[in-house]
């Protein structure tokens, strides 16, 4: 039986990746990278996309026609009945714009719009660290704290469409994004030492051994790890993934992490939960979008 083909698209504020892609996960040609310039007009940020797949296609040694549809992640917040990008910080000159229709229009194709967060968890459902997984929950650190939640293969939007908007849930004296991404690091080292880093310069500090990058990433994986487990008691996944830049230093805050969700999950979930850094590397997202066709 012939595979599908599909195009994935990891749309983001600062680049634009395409692939071909087929149904086993199989990059067929070259990435395409480009910039996406955020504060162009809309429909030339369409087209810059439309030039990537083009590209992505011709690489391939295909053509538009051998393809079975188009996947796009994309920052949201999104309209995802009607495929429109609403207000999004990212993306300042997409606000309310059709995007869904105005790439089908331009390649004849079916066309899916998620958001990235949850096409991060279906690539790793997939095609990565959960692909034997029925129910998987995973969160992405980076600037900020996105997450999604994939049942059977497929994304769960809830009602509205917002399912697995949990960065803002209070949490202490914040909320989960202000103890889960990497404005965390940068207030707690801060905090430790009056410097004010980025989350890579902590990072590298720790990895050089230095005790209060060191302690930075054990008092953010403690508080991760009871985030986490309010998800867990509430959602009983068998796996969770941890990705985005933030998990490039998982030894850092692993030990810590699981400590503290184990003491605050209930004992069955204990005995089966599976948490792990996500294996696509960058491409979960990629790949994620192209499954949205798959699923």
């Known amino acids: 039986m012939k595979q599908k083909k599909v ?4 749309f983001g504020g600062t680049k634009i990746k395409v692939a071909v892609i087929a ?8 990435e395409i ?8 007009p809309a429909k030339k940020i369409v087209a810059t996309m439309q030039t990537g797949i083009l590209k992505a296609v011709s690489s391939a040694g295909l053509k538009i026609n051998d393809l079975d549809g ?3 992640g994309s920052p949201g917040p999104l309209d995802l009945k009607n495929g ?29 719009l998620n958001n990235d967060g949850n096409c991060f968890v279906l690539g790793e459902a997939y095609f990565g660290a959960a692909k034997n997984a029925s129910s998987v929950c995973g969160v992405t650190l980076g600037t900020g704290f996105g997450c999604g939640i994939v049942f059977d293969k497929k994304i769960y939007i809830g009602t509205t469409g917002t399912a697995a908007e949990v960065w803002c849930s209070p949490y ?27 989350s890579k310069e902590i990072f590298h500090l720790a990895q050089k051994d230095n005790s209060q990058a060191i302690d930075t990433f054990l008092e953010f994986g403690k508080n991760l790890g009871r985030i986490l487990a309010i998800m867990v008691n509430l959602l009983d996944p068998d796996v969770f993934v941890i990705g985005g830049s933030i998990s490039n230093a ?3 805050f692993k030990t810590p992490l699981l400590e503290n969700l184990n003491q605050n999950i209930n004992d069955e979930p204990r005995a089966h939960i599976r948490v792990q850094p996500a294996l696509l590397g960058d491409n979960s997202g990629l790949l994620g979008a192209a499954a949205l066709l798959f699923s």
Request: proline share 6%; no cysteine; hydrophobic share 35%.
């Open 23 to 30: 149904e086993d996960g199989k990059i067929h040609g070259e």
């Open 172 to 198: 202490a004296d914040l909320n989960f994004e202000e103890y889960g991404s990497g404005r965390t690091l940068v207030r707690l080292y801060r905090q430790k030492t009056s410097d004010k880093l980025d």
């Open 84 to 112: 429109i990008i609403l207000d999004t910080p990212n993306l300042p000159t997409m606000k309310n714009f059709p995007l869904k229709k105005e790439i089908s229009n331009l390649f004849n194709l079916p066309v899916a």
């Open 250 to 252: 998982w030894e850092f």
């Open 70 to 72: 188009i996947g796009i």
């Open 33 to 40: 990278l480009l910039p996406t310039e955020s504060n162009r």
């Open 7 to 10: 195009i994935g698209i990891d």
